[in-house]
C-alpha cells in the first residue's frame, strides 16, 4: 500500500507544515513531494523541515505543471494530491481518498469539503470537478494533455480527462469538517479577488 503525496504549493509558510505533519501520521507507505512552484517565502524550509522531500522550482508555472514536475518525481502509482492551504486535515480524509483506488472501484477519487466553512462548502457543492483534494494513478494523470499550460485548469481539465472516457470511474468523497484559506484571506481582498478572476479564466478554458 504504497502512495506519492503531491502537494503544489505558491507561497504556503503559513499551512504546509500542518499539512505534511497529518500527512506523516497517515498508514501507507508514502513518499511525500512538496513543489515549492517558485515560492518567494519560507514554503521550502518549512516543508523540508515537516519531512517532506522538496522540489523547489526557479519560478511560478503554475499549479498543473508543479503537479506534474511533483509526479516525475513520484516513486508509486497512487498518486494522492492535497493543496498546501488545507485547515483541518486529518488522516480520515487522507484515508477516505486514497481506499476506492486501492481496493480498485476507482481511478480517481475527489475530495468534497463538508462542515469546513461555509464559504468553502459552497463552492465546492456547486463545482466538486475543481478541487484540489483528490487521488490518481499515474498513468492515466501523465496521460492527460497540456498539463502544463493548464495552471488552475488541471483540475477541470482532468475531470474532462475522465468524462471523455466510458472505462475510468471517478468517485466523489466527502471531506467532513475541512476547508482552506481562500485568496481574499491570503492576499487582501483585492489582490485575492483579482486572483481569483484570473483563476476562473484559466479553469473556463479547460471546461469543455
Ligand atoms: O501558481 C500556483 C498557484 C497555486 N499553487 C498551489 O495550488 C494549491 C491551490 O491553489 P490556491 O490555494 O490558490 O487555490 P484556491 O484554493 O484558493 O482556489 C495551493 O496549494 C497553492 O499553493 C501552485 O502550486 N502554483
Ligand atoms: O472551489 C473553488 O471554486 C476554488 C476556489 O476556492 P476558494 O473560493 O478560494 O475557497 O478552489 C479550487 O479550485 C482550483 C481550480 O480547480 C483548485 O486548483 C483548488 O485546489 C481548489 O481549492
Known sequence: MSVSVIIPAYNEERTITEVV?????????????????????NTTTVAHQAGAKVLELPENIGKGGAMKAGVQEAKYEILLFLDAD????????????????????????????EKGRLATDFAQLITPY???????????????????????????????????????????????????LMKEEKLGLV???????????????WVK
Not at 505533519?21 to 517565502?41: K, R
Open 21 to 41: 505533519q497529518v500527512v506523516n501520521t497517515s498508514p501507507y507507505n508514502q513518499d511525500i513531494i512538496v513543489v515549492s512552484d517558485g515560492s518567494m517565502d
Open 86 to 113: 488545507l485547515i483541518g486535515l486529518r488522516k480520515e480524509h487522507i484515508q477516505s481518498l486514497v481506499e476506492p483506488i486501492l481496493d480498485g472501484n476507482a481511478e480517481m477519487t475527489v475530495g468534497v469539503f
Open 130 to 180: 475543481l478541487s484540489g483534494q483528490r487521488a490518481v494513478l499515474k498513468s492515466i494523470f501523465l496521460n492527460v494533455s497540456e498539463l502544463e499550460a493548464s495552471r488552475y485548469g488541471v483540475e477541470a481539465a482532468l475531470t474532462q480527462h475522465f468524462r471523455n472516457s466510458t472505462s475510468l470511474r471517478i468517485i466523489e468523497v466527502l471531506l467532513p469538517d475541512l476547508t482552506h
Open 191 to 205: 489582490k485575492g479577488f483579482k486572483e481569483r478572476m484570473k483563476m476562473y479564466w484559466e479553469i473556463a478554458k
